[in-house]
């Protein structure tokens, strides 16, 4: 096993780059770009999303209150049809099936009095003095556990939901150790048969990290560096160990979280990942841990990022188990972003719960040992283990020797593992690799869902949030990673902060400091074409052929057209043939005939009267459409928008959109940059043409004043406008700057709903001299409306 000291090397390395830095970082920039570039088009993980959703309403049902943030804590009520949400000072009652529905609400607010306490220590009044809703669980009562900050003194309560309404029952209890004092800092909490477990800081300097059980008598965890280093708490999960075990093992409680390495003897604090785990009967020791964890056992948690030198740190971990299987089939899907700024790759790496649970069962322990005076190394330790075996549950066994609780087990045991909590081996990935590596975005959240495709085959579909507000879905098809669509569903885009998946309603719902957003797994309405539907190889989607439809599986009895591993759409039919709509193009003036492409992966070409043109500086291939500039009589014809697009199965070619372009014979154009929109019906559109026709009229009265006054002269002069739009394309070189575009660009920054590249953009600007820049921002902001 490697050992995360290895790094030795690489920290003297780093605190050197650092004084070089200012020499070196040109060379750096020359020698990773290409670097960079190679890993993206050689690993077969550094994936684009086919499809890259901008934001629009109707991409989610969304939740948000006017004045209120963070919508960061989550309860499924599926009994209730409800969908608990936590913010700041409230807690709502959302309709399960449509979030958008306000079944109730009730406030949690701070006084003014604790609002002042708390900013007498020194705490932003307006910020952390604040309420944060941090847990919400269901009892078995049927009631709800609720916990906030409280202005930094963390509190809990009951609440209850009867006749449509919420009610917490002011009970006030302590929520020291259960809920953070600090609404910034992460933790952990989870309800099993009653009782509630906890990962947070328990006291107000932030120091006191535990992991504690508050019921029936607390337990948590001892405060020692060796325990918890600088915790930051990712997530918990239980396991029903104790179902079926020929040993009497118990169940168990999971924790994952990332910390500082105490068994690291680098110069730098180095993080490292983790997954500690606990047994639900644990009741502590009888003097030697008395009320502490004697089954507290950690392990460093790999995610092995090509030859990225620094561990990567764990962001969340969700539990995925078969409901058919023994719990020793689970997998915990987890996501992992760089501690270094200097990467912006995500990873997702998948765990068996059997892996994890043999090296605490059966690995060996890592020990502390003093070199030199006061320097301590950990290492393996090769002594002799006492029994039963330090950190393991009461089993069998121990029941055989008279323990029958943990507060039986014998001081040597429990002198083992007060000093030594942390295991040898670390827990490696299914495949010792990433699922997933991903440049972009960093991911924050992961939620999974198993889906039977067409092929009778099952597929674990990963839902994968962002730091920028966006969803990714993925799947792996044998050892082939392919990323369907990632889609914005903020306006503000803003981390998202939880994920969780209903199994009632098949749906996911998503939150952010800014709202809550609530989508379906699948969203097939998005292809318009049995080609795009096959390609997609969405497991949830497929082509029907009688409604000529891309349609849920789950919603046909009939035969659908579907090929996820493959992308095989020859089974398509031949499409519909498209009626083009008519556009018209005036002598030396521009036309735009958009094509949105329906797939990051396909290129676009373009067809005139069945011949391929290629790019010139008249014509401009941008993404979304192509631009004719000063058009002559050649222009007209009929345009074709193909995309083509390879799978495995073969190249497939579509028919976007289609137009047939006129010359207009009116004089009237005088080669102004009038741009016809692509045909859209409804009243705007015909307003904008009275207006343009008034303007026109207007325009031309004005001419013919000018002409008879002799204040221009004739003939017509279109030179200065021609020689500008050549100089700007010179410096363009549009084909190049289209295809970096979409190698840098789409997969960090889709989503962000620009239709306009910055080319066309200046294209677009007016061609007066005093307005030579366009604002890019501003352009996005406006299209996202
Ligand atoms: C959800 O509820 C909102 C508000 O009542 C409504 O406007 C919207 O159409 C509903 N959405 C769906 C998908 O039913
Ligand atoms: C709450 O939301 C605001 C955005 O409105 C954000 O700036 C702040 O960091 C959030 N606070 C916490 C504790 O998440
Ligand atoms: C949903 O999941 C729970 C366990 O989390 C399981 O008990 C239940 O049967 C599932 N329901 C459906 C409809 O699949």
């Known amino acids: ?46 994936c684009v999303p086919r499809r890259s959703v901008p934001y629009h309403r109707d991409n989610a049902n969304l939740f948000r209150e006017e004045g209120v943030f963070n919508y960061s804590t989550m309860l499924l009520r599926e009994d209730l049809d409800l969908l608990l949400l936590g ?116 006291n107000f300097l932030g120091f006191e990290p535990v992991l504690m059980r508050s019921t029936p008598g607390p337990i948590r965890s001892e405060f020692k560096t060796s325990w918890l280093h600088e915790p930051t708490f990712v997530s918990m999960a239980e396991m029903p160990e104790s179902e079926m075990s020929p040993v009497g093992d118990d169940d168990k409680v999971y924790l994952f979280f990332r910390e500082i390495a105490v068994e690291c003897d680098c110069y730098n604090k180095l993080m490292v990942s983790r997954v500690a785990r606990v047994c639900k009967g644990d009741l502590g020791g009888q003097r030697t841990l ?77 020990t502390p040992v003093t070199v030199e005076t006061s320097f301590v190394k950990w290492v393996m330790y090769s002594g002799e283990v006492p029994v039963p075996r330090p950190g393991a549950c009461i089993d069998n066994e121990a029941r055989k020797a008279g323990i029958t609780q943990t507060l039986d087990l014998p001081d040597p045991t429990l002198q083992f593992i007060k000093v030594r909590p942390l295991m040898d081996q670390a827990i490696q990935p299914i495949g010792q690799k990433p699922l997933l590596v991903r440049r972009g975005a960093a991911f924050s ?27 990714l879905k993925a799947v792996n098809y044998d050892g082939e990673m392919f990323i369907i669509e990632e889609v914005q569903l903020f306006q503000t885009p803003g981390p998202i902060k939880i994920l969780k998946f209903s199994n009632v309603t098949g749906q996911l719902y998503a939150g952010s400091d800014y709202g809550v957003a609530q989508i379906p797994l699948a969203t097939c309405e998005r292809s318009s074409s049995c080609m795009d539907c096959v390609l997609a190889r969405d497991p949830y989607c497929g082509w029907d052929k009688a409604v000529r439809k891309c349609i849920p599986l789950s919603s046909s009895q009939r035969e659908i057209i579907q090929s996820v591993k493959e992308g095989d759409a020859s089974l398509c039919p031949e499409a519909d043939p498209i009626k083009p709509p008519n556009e018209s193009i005036w002598p030396g003036g521009n036309l735009k005939l958009h094509c949105p492409s329906p797939s990051n992966l396909a290129e676009t070409t373009w067809e005139r009267d069945g011949t391929t043109l290629t790019p010139i500086p008249r014509l401009q291939f941008l993404q979304d459409g192509l631009l004719i500039l000063n058009a002559s009589g050649s222009d007209a014809g009929r345009y074709r928008c193909l995309s083509v697009e390879h ?3 073969g190249t497939y070619t579509t028919t976007v959109a289609e137009y047939q372009v006129g010359i207009s014979s009116t004089s009237s154009g005088r080669g102004n940059s ?103 921002p501003s352009l996005q902001f406006v299209d996202d409306e």
Not at 125 to 151: F, P, Q, S
Not at 311 to 316: A, K, L, M, R, T
Not at 331 to 351: G, H, I, M, N, R
């Open 1 to 46: 096993m490697t050992d995360c000291c290895g790094n030795h090397k690489a920290q003297i390395y780093f605190s050197m780059n650092k004084r070089a830095m200012h020499l070196l970082l040109p060379l750096i920039i020359c020698w990773l770009l290409p670097q960079a570039m190679m890993l993206e088009e050689d690993s077969p993980l550094g």
């Open 87 to 202: 913010a700041r000072e409230a807690v709502y009652a959302l309709d399960l099936n449509n979030i958008s529905k306000k079944a109730a609400s009730v406030k949690w607010e701070v006084t003014q009095d604790q609002e002042e306490k708390c900013g007498d220590k020194g705490k932003d009044r307006k910020t952390e003095c604040k309420n944060y809703i941090r847990i919400l669980h269901k009892t078995e009562d049927n009631r709800m556990y609720v916990c906030g900050t409280n202005a930094f003194d963390p509190e809990c309560d009951y609440m209850s939901y009867n006749d449509g309404k919420l009610t917490l029952e002011k009970k006030a209890e302590d929520g020291k150790g259960k809920c953070p004092f600090d609404p910034s800092q992460r933790h952990a909490s989870l309800m099993f048969e009653n009782n509630l477990y906890s990962a947070t800081v328990m």
């Open 290 to 366: 008395q009320k502490k964890w004697t089954s507290f056992l950690k392990a460093r948690l790999d995610c092995p990022v090509l030859e990225s030198q620094l561990p990567y740190i764990i962001q969340d971990a969700y539990r995925w188990c078969d409901p058919q299987r023994s719990w020793r089939d689970c997998l915990f899907y987890a996501v992992f972003t760089p501690q270094s700024e200097t990467s912006d790759l995500s990873a997702v790496c998948v765990y068996r719960v059997s892996d994890i649970s043999r090296v605490f069962a059966e690995g060996k322990y890592k």
């Open 445 to 471: 959240r992961i939620v999974v869902n198993e889906v039977q495709a067409g092929d009778g085959e099952k597929y674990q579909v990963m839902f994968i949030g962002t730091e920028e507000g966006t969803i």
């Open 647 to 649: 799978s495995k199965a």
């Open 674 to 776: 009038i741009f016809p929109e692509a045909q859209r019906d409804g009243p705007s559109v015909l307003g904008l043409q009275v207006v343009i026709g008034l303007l026109v009229v207007c325009l031309l009265a004005l001419l013919a004043w000018n002409f008879y006054k002799g204040h221009l002269p004739l003939p017509w002069n279109c030179r200065k406008k021609g020689g500008k739009q050549s100089q700007e394309q010179g410096d363009l070189n549009y084909g190049d700057a289209q295809r970096s575009d979409k190698l840098l660009v789409s997969g960090r920054d889709n989503g962000t709903g620009t239709n306009l590249t910055r080319e066309e953009a200046a294209l677009y600007a007016p061609d007066e001299n005093d307005v030579p820049n366009v604002n890019i």
